[in-house]
C-alpha cells in the first residue's frame, strides 16, 4: 500500500504501524534518523502519541506528519 | 532637604518588586514575550533574548527539512536559554489543525501554554474569530492554557473568555508590519472592558515607542518577534524594548495625568514677579 510522510510517497506492507513506517523512511531520509523525543507526529491530521507507534496500524493512502522545533513568532 | 521625597522612592521600588506578569497560574519577572524566528543566526537570537530580559519564548513546529540544520542549532539554544516555551500554531487556518498542532506541541515541548493563531485570510494574517474560538474552547477542555492571538474586536474577546481564557492577545496591527497600535480606541476598550485580565499585544508592534504607549495604556505585556529580529542591531534593540516596556509599566502604575484642552502654568503663580502682571 501507499502511504506519505511529510509529502513523499512510500510503498509499505499492509497492516504496518506507524514505527515499521519510520524505518521504513529511515533508509530513504537520514532526516528521520533522530531520536524519537526529537519530533512528533500527526495521522491524517490527527495527533498520535508517542506510546502509540508501535501499534498504530496504517491503511492506504495515509499522510504522516513529522514535525520537529522551528523558531517561531 | 525634606526625607519624604526618599520615602516615595522606596514605595515605588516596592511597588515595582511585586509587579509580575500572570498567566494563567504563573507568574513571570518580564512583561515582554519574545518569538525567535528571522534572526541572522542562532547565536544572535540567544543573545537578543538575554538582552530582553524576557522569561518566555515563542516557537512553532515544522516538517523536518534535511537541508537545513539551523532548526536543530535554534532548539538547543532555546533550551539553553532557560525561558518557559510558548509554541504556537502558525499557519493553521481550521480549529482542526490548530487542536492537532497543540496536542503535538504538548507532547514535543511538554508544556500545557499554547499561543492559540487561527488566521482567517492570508492578505493580513488576520486571525479567523469563529475558528479562533471554537479551538479555544476544545483546547481549554483538553487542559490547556491557551493565548489566544486575536483581533482587538471586544466581543470576541468576551466570547474567549466565556470559553475559559485567561489571557487575551489582542493585535496591534497585521504580524510583521510594525504599524503599531492600529487602533487605541478599541484596545483601550478591551482594558477597560476587562481589567482583571491579562492582556497581551500580540503582533504589529514596530518600535519600541508602540510597545511603551501599550503598557501605558494599561496591557500587561507586550509579544513581539519581528522588531527586534530585523533591526539592524538586534540586541541592542531587544534591550531598548526591554527598557521601553518597563517603562510604560512604571507610568502607568505611577499613575498618568489627565490631558487637558486648555494651558495650564506648572510654575507657581503666587509671588509672580511685578513685570509679569498686568
Redesign the interface.
Known sequence: MKISINGIAYEIEEGSSISQALALSNTHNSATQTELKNFVIALNQNFIPRNQYPQTQLQDNDAIELLSPMAGG | MPTDWINTDIESTDIESNDSLKIYDQTFNSRLLV?????PSPDI?ARAIKASGSDMV?????????SNNQ??A??QH?QQSGCALL??T?GCHSA??AV??A???R???NTDFIKLEVIGDDYNLQPDPFETVKAAEILINKGFKVLPYCTDDLVLCQRLLEVGCQVLMPWGSP?GTGKGLMNPYNLQAIRQRFPTTSLIIDAGIGKPSQAMAAMEMGYDGILL??AIAKAHEPITMAQAFAQAVNGGRQAYLAGLMESRQTASPSTPLLGTPFWQQT
Not at chain 2, 515563542?58 to 534535511?66: H, V
Open positions: 518569538g525567535t524566528a528571522l534572526y537570537m515563542t516557537l512553532s513546529l515544522r516538517r523536518q527539512d534535511p532548526g536543530q535554534i532548539w532555546i509554541p504556537n502558525a482542526q489543525e492537532t498542532l496536542e503535538m506541541s507532547e514535543m515541548f504580524i518577534n519581528t
